[in-house]
């Protein structure tokens, strides 16, 4: 794979697909601003200038290390044909390339922490922006934490109906956010224009080098302002490196960096510490409206985030690697416009109940960051191998430029793992529990299929033994989902032992999804008849495609296979899954829960779209 090289788009064509992107791509990291200072003041205890000088050239330098140079300067030049993310990053250098099971963990791992960010964000976004409150109107603090539960349930209920009208509108409101920001963080800048020298460099590194342990520890909030960074990465194949670039560098960036310096410049000039110090840059007068403001762009970020563990939760059950659950496709307009049930309402119980369990953004904090900090560290691990197989950098350059991003993480990281016990245990829990449902997935897919490829029937021995045996051919053709190339389908042997007929014409159909997101038309099939009217078919989809059997038929039916798509009896086994009787299967426990996936997932009919009507289930055992 190549450094990604999107088409050049119009100047209007770009600029439209940028202020797209600010309301998918930069929801959470241009949030950030309402609670990432007053956490890091909380941790640091003082607001001495030395102070407030190291910690805003601390964040201002994070975001130019982390989000400039690592994900808008390197990660997004390597793409997986278009697509990007650690996922799509995973599959080119653990799959695509070569079978490498460390990256593929590293990689799924990484993959799992983001749903534990998927589930603090918008707790901790919601609960920050209304406590606004505290400040406007403190005879209402006690509303905060209601109406932050009355937000989150409408924000999760409302996923069904999905997003593409409401994503319209996105855009402009995180422009006017950015634009609030960026007006409010002259404002304070004007009160103390001293707040500037943070831009320096030199106030970052003496305030780590001469805080002693507190210097570290005030990474893991510092850290906070960098918690949506990976988003630019994952959300390349929707919008292009271009415009996220272009929104970044134009808006996002100098809207961010010019708050965090009006913040800095207010606390310096003597505003009070206490409470949100983002309203305090707000006139008494407008503080509601700023509210109001707020709470709509963490709404927005939030739903960012709960598509984006959508769409993720597609891309790892084409990989095989997370049991079948319902897509629904809500919208004809975009790709990535889906919902899966199981994953909103999962997610939903959690963050209402982090909310109600921590109560405040300030203790939600604690467990923010943990989750980020370690997926960024092997994201890094793996740009390094890409650095060195695909762009064939000399392994001084390539140490050089990751062991630069090694360094950063793994302090960020470190920081942060000091917070475990203050909540920083959540993220990595919901983790643990998502990988571990990954890993007896695919090790209960795997033990399935080479079960079913122990003694192989070749073709021609199965179709001697029908002539042999009288077996009735009766008109139509038969589809045969199979895992089986090139042998006859474990479940067409059964189904001719017990039903002493089987269809004129025969269709052996496996599918494999490829480690590119996309296959081309052309390269989707590979067909060939293997004996009287008996055809091998292998069609082949991209890990960010849905198979759709009716439209594969059509597409078989014009390359030489005389079928009928509306005519065709489609055979699916129904797999009970029992233990071997050699003991040589896979452990109890995970064949128990293997089971209960296989038993609870959704019919690979559905998955497939395949019409009710023409579908024969044959139920059988498997020992595994």
Not at 17 to 33: C, E, K, N, Q, W
Not at 79 to 99: C, Q, S, Y
Not at 122 to 132: H, R, T
Not at 220 to 229: E, N, S
Request: proline share 5%; glycine share 10%; hydrophobic share 50%.
């Amino acid at each position: 794979m190549t450094e990604a090289s999107a088409n050049p788009l119009q100047k209007p064509a770009l600029l439209a697909a940028g202020v797209g992107a600010l309301g998918v791509v930069f929801g959470d990291i241009g949030t950030s601003p309402l609670y990432t200072f007053k956490t890091v003041l909380d941790i640091t205890g003082g607001n001495t200038p030395q102070t407030i000088l190291g910690v805003i050239s601390l964040l201002i330098w994070t975001l130019i290390i982390v989000t400039s140079v690592k994900y808008a300067g390197f990660a997004m030049r390597i793409d997986n044909d278009g697509e990007g993310g650690i996922l799509a990053l995973m599959a080119l250098l653990g799959v695509k390339r070569h079978k490498r099971p460390m990256i593929v963990a590293a990689g799924l791992f990484g993959a799992a922490l983001i749903y534990g960010d998927g589930a603090i964000t918008p707790a901790i976004s919601v609960l920050s922006a209304l406590e606004g409150l505290n400040i406007a109107a403190p005879s209402l603090q006690h509303y905060v934490l209601p109406l932050t539960v009355v937000i989150l349930l409408a924000l999760f209920a409302l996923q069904p109906m999905g997003t593409a009208r409401i994503g319209r509108t996105f855009g402009p409101i995180m422009v006017l956010w950015f634009l609030t920001m960026a007006v409010l963080g002259v404002w304070g800048i004007i009160k103390h224009p001293g707040i500037l020298w943070a831009l320096n460099p030199y106030y970052a590194l003496h305030y780590l080098l001469h805080s002693g342990s507190g210097g570290f520890l005030v990474l893991g909030g510092v850290f906070l302002c960098v918690t949506g960074a990976e988003a630019l990465y994952a959300d390349m194949g929707h919008f292009g490196a271009g415009p996220i670039k272009l929104a970044w560098s134009a808006l996002v960036f100098p809207s961010l960096v010019l708050n965090y310096a009006g913040q800095g410049a207010i606390v310096l000039a003597g505003a009070p510490t206490e409470g949100n110090i983002f309203y305090r840059l707000c006139p008494a007068t407008l503080t509601l409206p700023l509210i109001v403001l707020s709470t709509i762009a963490t709404i927005i970020a939030s739903q960012s985030i709960i598509t984006g563990a959508f769409s993720m939760t597609r891309q790892a059950i084409q990989l095989g690697w997370m049991p079948r659950l319902k897509v629904s496709q809500t919208s004809e307009e975009g790709y990535g416009q889906i919902y899966v049930g199981a994953v909103n309402w999962l997610l939903m119980l959690v963050t209402i109940g982090l909310a109600l369990g921590f109560r405040k953004s300030d203790n939600l904090a604690g467990a923010y960051g943990i989750a980020v900090s370690a997926t960024m560290l092997m994201t890094t691990a793996l740009l390094f191998i890409a650095m060195r197989e695909i762009w064939k950098w000399s392994m001084a350059a390539s140490v050089a430029v990751a062991g630069v991003f090694f360094v950063v993480d793994s302090s960020f990281f470190a920081s942060n793992m000091m917070k475990l016990l203050d909540g920083g245990y959540v993220p990595l829990l919901l983790a643990a529990l998502v990988y571990l449902v990954m890993y007896i997935w695919h090790r209960g897919i795997v033990a399935v299929g080479a079960r079913i490829s122990e003694d192989p029937m070749p073709v021609d021995v199965f179709l001697d033994e029908l002539a042999q045996t009288g077996v009735a051919r009766v008109p139509g053709t038969a589809v045969f989902l199979t895992r089986a190339k090139a042998t006859t389908p474990p479940v067409m042997q059964w189904y001719v032992k017990h039903s002493k007929a089987l269809h004129k014409r025969v269709l052996a159909v496996t599918l494999e999804i490829a480690s590119t997101p996309w296959v081309a038309p052309r390269n989707r099939l590979t067909l060939a008849e293997i004996g009287p009217n008996f055809w091998s078919i292998t069609a082949t989809f991209g890990f960010m495609e849905r198979p759709d059997m009716p439209a594969l038929m059509a597409q078989i039916a014009t390359h030489g296979c005389p079928i009928h798509p509306q005519e065709l009896t489609y055979f699916v086994g129904m797999e009970k899954i029992v233990a071997r009787e050699d003991g040589r299967g896979v452990p109890r426990w995970i064949r128990a829960c293997f089971a209960v996936f296989l038993r609870n997932g959704a019919r690979v009919t559905d998955y497939l779209r395949i019409p009710a009507s023409q579908v024969v289930d044959i139920g059988r055992q498997i020992s595994i």
